[in-house]
């Protein structure tokens, strides 16, 4: 009768030592959100310092995502009194990558590197109405987090 031969010790110890190394590899990446990025994570969009000027026409913000997934504004909404004013509709989107301020700037809508968006709302109905001290409504809607509101009073 023939015997039959196991795999010697050295390959299963192989074996057992590479496995081993990848199941640490996985949850090492896990515990740490290593793989965020690669699963789409979760944007964490926050906007703040938002400024304007009634003489230049356009307000300010900076915003920020701090969360572990990528997100992009599809657009922009001012409001004054009863009229609104709509920037983008999802042509121009602007992603705002996961853990950056960095966008790449559209034609309507302004960005640089250190996160400030500046809206130019010269095109706007009413924008030869405004002046100091008045407060417009800005919405911004975004792809995957939440729409930011948030008022701006004009400077001069």
């Known amino acids: ?10 390959i299963a110890t192989v074996i ?16 740490f959100g290593l793989w965020g990025g690669f699963a789409g994570g979760t944007p964490q969009i ?16 900076y915003i920020t995502n701090d969360g572990s997934g990528s997100d992009e504004l599809l657009q922009v909404d001012i ?6 004013y709509t920037i983008g509709s ?25 996160g400030w968006m500046k809206i130019d709302f010269s095109g706007a109905g009413f924008a030869g109405s405004v002046s100091p001290g008045d407060q417009l409504q800005v919405k911004l809607y975004f792809k995957e987090s939440s729409t930011q509101q948030f008022p701006v009073t004009l400077g001069p």
């Open 16 to 31: 057992i030592v590479a496995v081993a190394i990848a199941i640490s590899i996985a949850v090492a990446g896990w515990l």
């Open 79 to 84: 409001i004054y009194g009863d009229q609104v």
């Open 1 to 10: 009768m023939r015997s039959r031969k196991a795999i010697s010790p050295v």
């Open 90 to 114: 999802g042509t121009n989107a602007i992603e705002w990558p996961a853990g950056s301020t960095a966008t790449a700037p559209p034609i309507t809508i302004e960005a640089n590197s250190e």
């Open 46 to 61: 926050s906007v703040t310092n938002p400024t304007g000027s009634a003489s230049g026409q356009y307000i300010q913000v």
